[in-house]
């Protein structure tokens, strides 16, 4: 079961960080990646991090330089801190875990997770 929180309403230029809890198993493995949905839009790529092999991260060109990915394997946790925050940012946003080690191109394919979190809130206002 994965657990998404940190969402909220922030000003444009403002930071959030999302959590992504996992419970039930722990993930030694695999990628955690974040995506997004804004309203009458499709699921996009945010970011993902290899759980494993050195932590590789992947963003999207519309968040590098912005966002950032880590972990905390002791907590079973991944982050996604948000910074210089725009309204095209707003959305909601969820966190997934795929079983593999993936590259980028299968990273930013909603189908290549097996888990998904239910997903929090982000609205950035101008």
């Known amino acids: 079961q994965l657990q998404a929180s940190g969402g909220g309403w922030v000003q444009t230029g403002g930071s959030l960080r999302l959590s992504c809890a996992a419970s039930g198993r722990t993930f030694s493995s695999g990628t955690v990646g974040w995506f997004r949905q804004a309203p009458g839009k499709e699921r996009e790529f945010v970011a993902a991090r290899r759980w494993s092999g050195g932590g590789q991260s992947f963003y999207a060109n519309s968040v590098k330089g912005r966002f950032t990915i880590s972990r905390d394997n002791a907590k079973n946790t991944v982050y996604v801190q948000m910074n210089s925050l725009k309204p095209e940012d707003t959305a909601v946003y969820y966190c997934?875990?795929?079983?593999?080690?993936?590259?980028?191109?299968?990273?930013?394919?909603?189908?290549?997770?097996?888990?998904w979190g239910q997903g929090t809130l982000v609205t950035v206002s101008s």
């Open positions: 997934a875990v795929g079983l593999r080690s993936l590259i980028l191109s299968s990273a930013t394919i909603p189908a290549s997770y097996d888990y």
